[in-house]
């Protein structure tokens, strides 16, 4: 089960608005692995907040399947 929890980093505030949802799938555990490496990543290397990186995943899955 891969559980985004936007806690997970220290020094990113979790959701100073209140706007945000917990997203929790099942996957695969390489997949699950992947994504936390693939939004580690990301992280480090733009400053970047892992709720941004999560929220551009996601949105950029909807739009792939035109949702």
């Known amino acids: 089960m ?3 929890d936007q806690n997970l980093d220290p020094h990113q505030p979790a959701d ?3 706007e945000t949802e917990q997203l929790t799938l099942r996957i695969d555990r390489d997949l699950f ?3 936390q490496r693939g939004v580690w990543i990301i992280v480090h290397e733009t400053g970047r907040p892992r709720i941004e990186i999560m929220n551009e995943m996601v949105r950029d ?3 792939k399947h035109g949702c």
């Open 61 to 63: 899955f909807l739009i």
């Open 33 to 35: 692995r992947a994504f």
């Open 16 to 18: 100073p608005a209140g």
């Open 2 to 4: 891969l559980s985004v």
